[in-house]
């Protein structure tokens, strides 16, 4: 008898320490995959996680539970074999366990397999209809399936009960890319909202989503006066709109541009920027700096202005307190940079703690961060091109964004053995990565942020990009990137540096006199190396060639007047049928885009010959293809098009297309 009650207390001590274990295994996998977790932690408490595990499966080599969380840690290590083998024993254990269903969806996802996620998901869901990793993942199924509508609606469901994670976040703004708006829509419009006002977001992808909400909104025309200022400052859709991102619609440009006259005119008459008018009038500066001061303005806009800027120039002269001055700095950041006004040096005595709080984020977009960028520009040869050029016609950093994507972190070499099944164990520990055509560099900072075994170099022939880039990979602590303009990237390379990975975002331009890409590319990359094409053609439409034969044939010079112009003959006829692809392009709606397009196009020479080069299966392999919409292509019919391509043979050129390929180098 009591040898029994000692082996039942030996069983009860065990299996309470087993239990011990598995909770720390999972409290070590939550942090794992806390969003605040760096990622060498992440990895230590993944295989601390094991070591509790194997506790456990050593003394019960069936724990169901064990097995599934074993499972997912295996497939977060991008051990897919091991993590299916796991699950489904896992599943022979305990059929009706809503978290190894769950896993195994996910495991689907992981292996490409969205139709059948679903079903696993849904049978989790059978079991335990209130888990929301199953949730959560048959909305990633659908997502994955290109059913946008219902996965949207999973997200906002999600949100609704709480479950504010940023994976749902990201995933209802990627849906927001593919969603229709026919009709104005409170919930709609209140989805906008919360995703506006997430802090960590990237605004700017909400454009179009955001665009046709307020389309419909405002599908009617307001008339001006305190009217049209009372709504637009009682709306906080259109408020966050013109504090975060763009608006992609003609109609919605001319409301910006009737409200911005319409506060001035008030602020003129009465000799003040009433309190419930500041908020608009800084989202309106905020707005005006992001599109590079694109909106047409008045002859008595341009007046008043003058005036004002006459009187700053003299309050300013004197010590002066930030709150005298702040209502006439908020009202002249309506129509140009504070940066580059006459008085800017006296603005610059202040630090930006000094200004009222409310009035920092303005006074950072309009000069600080315009000056910090200015000084990163000074270092570069290119600097001197600038110093020709007219104050209105300085180059913006576009396109003009704060916030990365949120991706979960990963070695890169991982991801390409996942992805594209290529042997990296070749590659240095440390893989650099030559970014070209970066831009103000979003994605070169999203390598740079998400992939932990990289290097980035981003080029690019815009200097204001360059800077803009530098300064938030500067701000968000980054490292391992630099930004350079292609006379420095070519020096690097022509030193005889090498990188493992070339990702051509775009090509330079047709005045660009710098090596060509197709030898920089194939200097560039050693034996084994990595190449990632994208051949759209920015500024090839229809549009934009004939503007650019009318600016030869007028012969108007590449300033922001002309480009001003052209923008109001099109503004002028929204109706005519050759603009409307350009009216729907983000690009319009700011100056640096239409510079882009318009003055600096790219060298589709240098397109074609770099294809040309790529058709040739000696030297290069085409590992994987994908369209517009995301979707594998078979790779040897593109590889068949290529080669057609470049022998001349009258095939469609795969140069527009906007496919991105996949090559690696074979010697």
């Known amino acids: 008898m009591q040898a029994h009650s000692q082996l039942d207390q030996v069983t009860r001590e065990q299996e309470a320490a087993i239990a011990r274990r598995l909770l720390q295994a999972n409290e070590l996998y939550r942090y794992a995959n806390s969003p605040d977790t760096g990622n060498g932690m992440r990895v230590h408490a993944r295989q601390q996680a094991r070591e509790a595990l194997n506790v456990v499966l050593s003394h019960q080599p069936d724990h169901a539970q064990a097995l599934s ?385 990289v290097e980035v170099v981003a080029v690019d022939e815009n200097l204001a990009g360059l800077a803009h880039g530098n300064r938030l990979a500067q701000e968000k602590g980054l490292s391992n990137i630099v930004f350079w303009p292609y006379s420095l990237a070519t020096r690097f390379i022509q030193d005889g540096n090498q990188v493992q990975m070339v990702e051509i975002r775009q090509l330079p331009s047709e005045g660009h006199d710098g090596t060509p890409i197709k030898t920089l590319a194939q200097q560039a990359l050693g034996s084994g190396g990595l190449l990632h094409i994208h051949t759209g053609e920015h500024g090839a439409s229809r549009v934009d060639v004939a503007l650019r034969r009318m600016m030869e044939r007028h012969r108007l010079q590449p300033t922001t007047e002309t480009l001003r112009r052209l923008r109001r003959m099109i503004l002028n006829n929204p109706q005519h049928e050759a603009y409307q692809e350009l009216l729907n392009e983000p690009d319009f709606y700011a100056t640096a885009g239409c510079r882009k397009r318009w003055f600096f196009p790219e060298d589709g020479n240098q397109l074609h010959a770099l294809m040309d080069n790529l058709s040739s299966e000696v030297d290069w392999k085409l590992l994987r293809a994908r369209d517009t919409d995301g979707a594998n292509l078979a790779t040897a019919p593109v590889v068949r098009q290529l080669q057609a391509q470049a022998f001349g043979t009258g095939t469609q050129s795969l140069v527009g297309q906007g496919l991105s390929l996949y090559f690696q180098r074979r010697r």
């Not at 608009?280 to 700096?289: E, H, P, Q, V, W």
């Not at 964004?401 to 070499?413: A, D, G, Y």
Request: some cysteine; overall charge negative.
């Open 69 to 453: 969380l074993m499972g997912r840690v295996a497939m977060d290590d991008g051990e897919l074999d091991e993590a299916a083998s796991l699950l489904e024993r896992a599943y022979r254990a305990d059929s009706g366990s809503a978290q190894t269903l769950a896993n195994l969806g996910y495991l689907a996802l992981m292996n490409g397999e969205p139709e059948r996620a679903e079903q696993w998901f849904d049978e989790a869901l059978a079991q335990d209809r209130q888990s929301a990793p199953a949730f959560a993942g048959k909305a990633y199924a659908l997502r994955q399936q290109q059913r946008f509508d219902q996965a949207f609606l999973h997200y906002r469901a999600l949100l609704d009960h709480g479950l504010a994670w940023d994976s749902v976040y990201a995933g209802m703004l990627e849906c927001t890319q593919h969603l229709e708006v026919h009709q104005a829509d409170q919930a709609l419009a209140q989805d906008a909202i919360r995703l506006l006002a997430h802090p960590g977001l990237p605004h700017q992808e909400l454009s179009r989503f955001v665009t046709r909400i307020l389309r419909q909104q405002y599908a009617e025309d307001v008339a001006p006066g305190d009217w049209l200022l009372d709504a637009v400052c009682s709306d906080e859709l259109l408020l966050l709109a013109l504090e975060k991102t763009l608006l992609v619609d003609a109609e919605l440009e001319k409301l910006v541009t009737r409200t911005r006259r319409a506060l001035l005119l008030e602020i003129r008459d009465t000799g003040e920027l009433y309190e419930s008018r500041q908020r608009l009038a800084m989202a309106l500066s905020r707005y005006a700096t992001r599109t590079g001061y694109a909106q047409v303005v008045t002859e008595e806009e341009e007046t008043f202005i003058q005036e004002l800027d006459a009187n700053l120039k003299v309050e300013l002269r004197e010590t002066f307190q930030p709150e005298d001055v702040a209502a006439g700095l908020i009202v002249r950041s309506l129509y140009g940079a504070l940066f580059h006004q006459s008085y800017a040096q006296h603005i610059g005595r202040l630090a930006l703690a000094d200004w009222p709080e409310g009035m920092q984020p303005l006074m950072a977009e309009t000069y600080y961060h315009k000056a910090d960028e200015e000084a990163y520009k000074q270092q570069f040869e290119e600097k001197q091109d600038e110093l020709a050029l007219a104050r209105a016609d300085l180059p913006h950093a576009w396109p003009c964004w704060h916030n990365l994507r949120i991706h979960h972190e990963q070695p890169l070499k991982q991801e390409l053995a996942q992805s594209l099944g290529i042997d990296t164990s070749s590659w240095p520990e440390t893989v650099r990565i030559l970014v070209i055509g970066a831009g103000s560099g979003q994605h070169a900072m999203e390598l740079a942020h998400y992939f932990t075994d």
